[in-house]
């Protein structure tokens, strides 16, 4: 079954861009039905839906975002990644990679997480 | 795109039924079906529980169940175990393929 893995620096410098990869396994991000997404948490917060890449390529932000990141995919490394400019300590959270099947808007699986601290 | 509004905290007795409410607008929840729900032990990543409202993924107990009316879905778990204790989360399409998540709410098994 699909297994996804989060990596990138846990540390960011304020005003830098952070860039996060993700590495799905046991199926293609190239094949239909899915839109692979970022979500983060912030410290003892709730989920917030950053955004995501369906595999035809198009991606979608969360607006109150969307000035900011980028999401894309490499197809022949299986990953897609996201980067976010100008990162403020606001920024400090745990993200998820994660799989939102098609057609029912639903997370159906869900990276580790990976710690990104924003710190001068 | 404002975060969908979960009370803070619930809790049950082992044994008890307890529900909670995940409230949106006309805009998400009252819009569409495509409400789901994630449960999320400490330090873990989040579980897929339910789907459309009221569809469980394979593998997730019939103790978990969903309705919705109007603005408001509902997560409801039945004969309260302790190992559901934890952090449950809803989430709503939002119209141009964009989600939003509920705030979060505490479950605590008393």
């Known amino acids: 079954q699909v297994q996804l893995q989060e990596s990138g620096p846990g540390l960011v410098t304020p005003a830098q861009t952070m860039s996060l990869t993700c590495t799905v396994s046991?199926?293609?991000?190239?094949?239909?039905?899915?839109?692979w997404s970022w979500i983060r948490q912030h410290p003892g917060k709730g989920l917030e839906w950053i955004g995501y890449?369906?595999?035809?390529?198009?991606?979608y932000f969360n607006p109150s975002l969307k000035s900011r990141i980028s999401i894309s995919a490499d197809t022949s490394k299986n990953q897609f990644s996201l980067n976010l400019n100008s990162v403020t300590a606001a920024d400090t959270a745990v993200y998820y990679c994660?799989?939102?099947?098609?057609?029912?808007?639903?997370?159906?699986?869900w990276g580790q997480g990976t710690l990104v601290t924003v710190f001068s | 795109q404002s975060a969908l509004t979960q009370p803070p905290s619930a809790s049950g007795s082992p044994g008890q039924s307890v529900t909670i409410s995940c409230t949106g607008t006309?805009?998400?929840?009252?819009?569409?079906?495509?409400v789901s729900w994630y449960q999320q032990h400490p330090g873990k990543a989040p579980k897929f529980m339910l789907y459309?409202?009221?569809k469980r993924p394979s593998g997730v107990p019939d103790r978990f169940s969903g309705s919705k009316s109007g603005n408001t879905a509902s997560l409801t778990v039945s004969g309260l175990q302790a190992e559901d204790e934890a952090d449950y989360y809803c989430?709503?399409?939002?119209?141009?393929?964009?989600?939003?998540f509920g705030g979060g709410t505490k479950l605590t098994v008393l």
């Open positions: 994660a799989r939102v099947i098609d057609g029912l808007a639903a997370v159906g699986r």
């Open positions: 046991g199926d293609s991000i190239s094949s239909g039905g899915s839109y």
């Open positions: 890449i369906h595999n035809s390529g198009r991606t």
């Open positions: 006309s805009n998400d929840i009252g819009h569409s079906n495509f």
């Open positions: 459309e409202v009221t």
């Open positions: 989430c709503s399409y939002a119209g141009g393929n964009t989600l939003v």
